[in-house]
Structures are given as structure tokens and as C-alpha cells.
């Protein structure tokens, strides 16, 4: 099953390129809760599957909107948190020049209010520091998680999406140097657990303009999805709706005011963003030149 977010907090089910609203059915099975309504199909999903099955075989073709005529939204809008992998795939740790993988850096947490709807606009904050894209594969979890196995963390997971990791290089910490507002492009929907199967053999493309920048697949992962949420639920409780994200593969790069960036996650579908420096001002720390060195910047035709 695929999820989506469109137009204003509707949720609609995805399939063959259009989507089936079902908000207003599902808002009135739901519990109430201070959450999102997709959070609380996420919490409740067991009770609600049969329903948007039964919706889904039920509709009439016209119900299903083409899904160019909606404007989708960021899948979940408000996780708690949002956990991250620094280094999770060799190719990037060397890339990177960094000494230590996630094995012995843990996570870092970027800020849940900076998601981004697929099809916005990541702002570049500061003209005179570089920033790069990093393509990756997201989970996110279904039941509550605290202090679970590699085998068990699979059965907490609800879904997939794919995930930009917007990122300033320098010397800053990592929790500034992601948290830019708009930094985490998220989506374009969720893939359930089941529809999408092992999150161990999933590949992404991130383009920038149309030239491929990253590739990889998430068999490389040096800490598999499972394991990364396994580990991160022994530091802090997970709640239904929390994002984890993976981490990135080689090939990170800057990108600048006016470029089109484009993942495409197998099995989930196209994330894409544009990029502008618009209003962007001298940035007030000095962390240039400091921390991992990241790879030169490719030149314009790849
Ligand atoms: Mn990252």
C-alpha cells in the first residue's frame, strides 16, 4: 500500500500514478488524538487496513485523481524525531575522509520542523558556504520501539520513503549543519513494510539537473535499516511516525540556486526539489575549512 499526503492534511492511497482520497472515512474511524491524522493511521494502522482496502476495491475509477493534479505533501508531518546516520556506506566514508564509521559515531538528530513537501524549495541560507545533497532511504516506524533487536525492529517499522539529507560542509556541529529549515526533503509517499519487502535491497539515483550524482543500493549499508533502528531505540524511545534515515553514498555534491534535484528510491517513486539562494545572507560562524573534508566538487557535466 502507498500513502500519500496531498493538498491540505489529505491522505490518499497511491496507485498506477493516481490517488484515492480517503480522509474524511478514515478521520471518522480514527481515535482522536493531538497528532496528524496520518500519524494517527500509522498508530492505528492494523484497525484501518481493512477499511482502505475495502475503499480502495470500492471506488470508482473517476474517484481516482491523476496524481499531477494534487499537490503532495510531506508523508508525515510531524514526527518527534528524526534520526539520522553520519557515515552508513563505505564509499561515502572514504569520500568523506572520515576516520569512523556509525559504529562508532551513533546518529545525530535533525530538527522534525524543517521537512520539506516534495516539489519545494530547499533555501540556501549563507552565500558563502557550501552545501550538498544526500540521497537517501528512510523508515518510518509503525509501533513503539525501545530497546528492540535487529530481528525485532523489522516488525516496528510501518514504511519507506525517500529522504534528502540537505547538508552545510564545515566544522559545525552536525545538529546545525542539517537543521537549515526546508533541509529535509521528504517522500513522495510512504510504501508499507509488506508492499515494499526487505529494506535490504532497495537501490536510490539522486540527480542534479539530470546528471546522476549518487547510486547505490541499500545492501551496502554498512549498519542495515533494522540494525540502525535496533541501536537507536537503545538511546531513545521511538513513537509511530518517527522518521530514521539511513544515510548517504558516495557521491555528494554541492548544490546551488536554480538546480533541480531528483531521488528516485526503487519501490517508493521520484523525490524532487529545487534549490534557490534567494535571500541568502554571509553566514556568521566560521566553521569553512574545518571538519570532513568532502570530496571536490564535480564540474558541470558530471
Ligand atoms: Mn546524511
Known amino acids: 500500500m502507498r500513502i500519500a499526503r ?57 474517484a481516482w485523481l491523476p496524481l499531477d493534479q494534487v499537490r503532495l505533501r510531506v508523508p508525515v508531518p510531524d514526527p518527534t524525531k528524526i534520526v539520522a546516520a553520519p557515515v552508513n556506506y563505505r564509499d561515502h566514508q572514504a569520500e568523506m575522509n572520515e576516520d569512523f ?23 540556501l541560507p549563507y552565500s558563502d558556504r557550501r552545501f550538498d545533497h544526500e540521497a537517501e532511504f528512510a523508515l518510518v516506524v509503525g509501533r513503539r520501539a525501545r530497546h528492540v533487536t535487529p530481528a525485532q525492529a523489522l516488525s516496528h517499522i510501518f514504511g519507506y520513503t525517500g529522504l534528502m539529507d540537505i547538508t552545510m560542509r564545515g566544522g559545525e556541529g552536525r545538529s546545525t549543519r542539517k537543521s537549515f529549515d526546508t533541509f529535509t526533503p521528504m517522500g ?65 555534491a554541492p548544490v546551488q540556486d536554480g538546480d533541480a534535484v531528483e531521488l528516485v528510491v526503487d519501490l517508493v517513486g521520484v523525490l ?11 553566514c556568521p560562524t566560521d566553521g569553512a575549512g574545518r571538519g570532513p573534508v568532502p570530496p571536490p566538487e564535480p564540474d558541470s557535466q558530471g
Open 272 to 282: 524532487a526539489v529545487d534549490v534557490t539562494a534567494e535571500g541568502a545572507v554571509p
Open 6 to 62: 496531498f493538498g491540505d492534511d489529505r491522505i490518499g492511497l497511491v496507485r498506477d500514478g493516481r490517488v484515492l482520497d480517503v480522509t474524511d472515512q478514515l478521520a471518522a474511524r480514527l481515535p482522536l488524538g493531538p497528532y496528524s491524522l496520518v500519524r494517527r493511521l500509522i498508530a492505528d494502522f492494523a484497525a484501518a487496513r481493512p477499511l482502505l482496502e475495502e475503499l480502495a476495491g470500492e471506488a470508482e475509477p473517476m
Open 101 to 123: 564509521h556509525i559504529g562508532a559515531l551513533g546518529f545525530f538528530l535533525k530538527s522534525p520542523s524543517l521537512l520539506l513537501d516534495p516539489g519545494g524549495t530547499v533555501r
Open 188 to 252: 513522495p509517499w510512504l510504501v508499507t513494510a509488506n508492499e515494499l519487502g526487505s529494506p535490504d535491497d532497495v537501490g536510490l539515483e539522486l540527480t542534479v539537473n539530470g546528471t546522476l550524482r549518487q547510486k547505490a543500493n541499500t545492501q551496502d549499508l554498512i549498519w542495515s535499516a533494522a540494525r540502525f533502528l535496533a541501536y537507536a531505540s537503545t538511546v531513545t524511545v521511538f513513537e509511530p511516525g518517527d522518521v530514521v534515515t539511513t544515510g548517504t553514498p558516495a557521491g555528494v
